[in-house]
């Protein structure tokens, strides 16, 4: 796979659709029921808020929730919010020229970045994948922050791998098993983590905002993966009225909490 074209330099011949279709493959690889996991979100987004919500895709990356969204609700508005500009150069080129889409840079440990967002309300905030990088104390914080931006009658759902430590013996044969058919994909030619960054470096129009990621993140974040219940507990108490897992793998969990 290759971003650009043969004679492109820059970002002038940036095949941004291949980079979202890469990004996709190499998140599948760790994540093999993740289109599942979105289709459950867009049935909550509209079973609670309806077909034109206005969204709030919080560290949105590519902004593989937006193209979703965008592809289901045609009527529906996104904010994009990311730190890493790797993933928010591919973000802004695949949705350049859609005005229903507006992406922004901030810090979500920065307390003040809800400032920075063209909205007060949302209609849902939504996040996938994301929140892990995380330890516990800021996760608490920012769900305080993003309660403060859900309308009433809003939601916010996050699906992300959730760890119930009280069942160590099931969790072990569940990795067990995902990390071999991971093996198992990538003798078959899948990317991994590394080895779609290694490719990303080597692009024109992402080696500096690649660059810049590593200087901001490193290789990843050491962050807390916390049970569904510490999440619905958390959120309960920082302002939702209610919250529950609404779909779960072997794996990975989405939280629905309800304003």
């Not at 992406?103 to 967002?117: G, H, N, Q, S, T």
């Not at 994301?130 to 931006?149: E, F, K, Q, T």
């Not at 309308?151 to 119930?164: E, P, Q």
């Amino acid at each position: 796979m290759t971003g650009t074209t043969a004679t492109g330099t820059g970002t002038a011949g940036t095949d941004w659709q291949a980079w979202q279709e890469s990004w996709d493959r190499q998140q599948e690889w760790y994540m093999p029921d993740r289109e599942e996991r979105f289709r459950i979100m867009l049935d909550m987004v509209e079973a609670c808020v309806g077909t034109e919500p206005r969204i709030l895709d919080l560290a949105c990356g590519t902004g593989s929730i937006t193209a979703r969204l965008l592809a289901r609700f045609p009527g529906a508005t996104s904010t994009g919010i990311d730190l890493d500009p790797a993933l928010l150069a591919i973000a802004r080129g695949t949705f350049d020229g859609d005005d229903r889409v507006t992406f922004v840079e901030a810090d979500l440990k920065d307390p003040d970045w809800p400032a920075r967002l063209p909205y007060e309300t949302y209609d849902a905030v939504l996040t996938a994948t994301a929140l892990h990088w995380l330890h516990s104390a800021p996760l608490a914080a920012l769900y305080g922050r993003i309660a403060g931006l859900v309308r009433h009658g809003g939601v916010f759902m996050n699906a992300d791998h959730m760890i119930d430590e009280t069942t160590p013996r099931i969790n072990a044969a569940e990795r067990g098993l995902r990390h071999a058919r991971m093996d198992q994909a990538t003798r078959d030619g899948a990317l991994d983590w590394a080895q779609w960054w290694q490719l990303a470096a080597k692009d024109p129009a992402l080696a500096g905002p690649t660059a810049r990621r590593f200087e901001i993140y490193g290789d990843h974040a050491d962050g807390d993966m916390p049970s569904p219940q510490w999440h619905a507990r958390v959120l309960r108490e920082k302002g939702f009225g209610e919250a529950r897992a609404v779909w779960c793998s072997p794996a990975d969990t989405l939280l629905l909490a309800l304003k």
